[in-house]
């Protein structure tokens, strides 16, 4: 065998369709073109991200990433954090000391379900139902 006699298999290569060879070939008349239009000329065609003039989505949208300014000054707290806290009245100011926040942080949140093996008392921090069904289970209270 040689470079030159190899051949792709019978049926692996399909030959293209010549438009433009009458009514029966099904690709008369407009070639598949449809009728008018740029898209139907010679040569007539739109750049890729084009929109018709519309500014297009590559153009609208920020050309770097987005950061909400609320997530630098906001923290989620799982009911299982309060364990790790060493308090048992909790506050933002006992959460920052024990490391569970970062000092810049202002608001906190306090959800999730589950179950205390201490009596903690929560003051001045959001609770969600679940969370504060479970701190008050524990004979805990969650003060406004």
Known sequence: MQLNDI???KGAKRERKRCGRGAASGLGKTCGRGHKGQKSRAGGSVRKGFEGGQMPLQRRLPKFGFTSRKSL??????ISALEGCGETVITIDSLKKAGLIRKNIKYVKIYGEGSLTQAY????IPVSKGAKAAIESGGGSVED
């Open 121 to 124: 008392t929560v003051r001045g």
């Open 73 to 78: 000054f906001r923290r989620n707290l799982r």
């Open 7 to 9: 051949r792709s298999p």
